[in-house]
């Protein structure tokens, strides 16, 4: 998304997004993350696991059915427009480039799909809702942070990444020569093994923005599997 969402990420989430806005209050039905409102995230997860293993204990029965899910996909999708005076990050990996992408954090377009898939994996609102751009505290924050966070997230909920396959929409320039940094940085930000990490790159027939080195987008698939 040219990111009504132009990423953002913390921890913990700042105070008025759990009060006040509280986006997540749609997810209170969320399976995994079932208290996941109305507190400081790290404690929210924290109880909302226990949540869970309380409410299994009492009912004597096994889990609740989306608990015991042994996989959970989810799919990222974003897109930054491109400008000139800005790096263009992608990766995690600085790209040399005549432009990059205009964003609140650093507008890796990359990452933020990754981790808005995770996130979707898990049921869980997308990366703008949870690090809302309106913080200027974000401003020209790595991305790293969103991952941490995405991935803390994840382990929290009691999954591990099963697989991650990525693919990357640009004209220019080519990726080819990043593209084995690029992925060696995403393994390091998962905490995954390279060959459940999979990145393609492509061009968009110089056709739309994309196509004409005006913008950069970016999808992502994630398969969870339950530790
Ligand atoms: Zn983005």
Known sequence: MAMAS????????????????NPLSNHSSNPIFPKLTKQPLRNLVVLSTAAIEAETQKSGTAKTPSKSLPFRVGHGFDLHRLEPGYPLII???????????????????????VVDAILGALGLPDIGQI???????????PSSVFMEEAVRLMHEAGYELGNLDATLILQRPKVSPHKEAIRANLCKLLGAD??????????????????????????TVVLLMKK
Not at 194 to 219: C, F, M, Q, W, Y
């Open 194 to 219: 390279p060959s459940v990490v999979n990145l393609k790159a492509k061009t968009h027939e110089k056709v739309d923005s994309l196509g004409e080195n005006r913008s950069i987008a970016a999808h």
């Open 131 to 141: 690090f809302p751009d309106t913080d200027p505290k974000w401003k020209g924050a």
């Open 6 to 21: 132009s990423l953002i990420c913390s921890t913990p989430i700042p105070t008025k997004f759990i009060t006040k806005q």
């Open 91 to 113: 990766g995690g990996i600085n790209i040399p480039h005549d432009r990059g992408c205009e964003a609140h954090s650093d507008g890796d377009v990359l990452l933020h799909c």
